[in-house]
């Protein structure tokens, strides 16, 4: 069972407001509670640190409630801190990604037995 | 339940080989099903002759067995049909979709009673 799938389900949730929240947006989020930072959170996943900062700022709109509280300013653009929310849309997340694995298990495994072993250089796409 | 959540959950599945199947393929292996034409799906798509006929290549190596079967040459590109093994894989996906719609509800009901009301434009991205 859903143990050990060689195919691994992205998921993303679409908003009305075009928005799109999916692996990126929680993953910089954990980095900022585990760096304390959201320029050190950006530079771990190769990004600029104006792009991470336009992150945080879509998420922060995105919701009700903030997900990073951040003070611009100092040299190291100062500190940034994963709020009580922020961690329940990160726990949350990850938790419709278990769910979500767990829901195509036999459906994966169909997959799986039908993929083709041959590793060919390919168009990209979905 | 389940009925008209305003959040839509995107479903992609990612292979070793790098590869993705998402909306993207399945939207045209059913237009090519419905229009018996490689051209013509991608069309609908507002997709490139090549483009199409790229990620039906693709399609058909990703699998042990063939989705579409194509037959190039004419004006048209000549016709094309989608195999039984592509309309299992139709119903495959569009199934794990529904499966995944199920498994989130509650998740989603909880994403959406937090979703900012205020539109604004803004960054794209996952």
Known sequence: MTASRTLKPVLRIDMPSKLRLGRGKIELLEHIRDTGSITAAGRRMDMSYRRAWQLVDTINRMFTAVAVEAQ????????????????ELIARFRRMEMLVVVALDEELEWLESHQSLNDMPLISGD
Do not use: K, L, N, S
Not at 80 to 87: I, K, L, S
């Open 72 to 87: 611009r300013g100092g040299r190291q653009g100062g500190g940034a801190v994963v709020t009580p929310f922020g961690e």
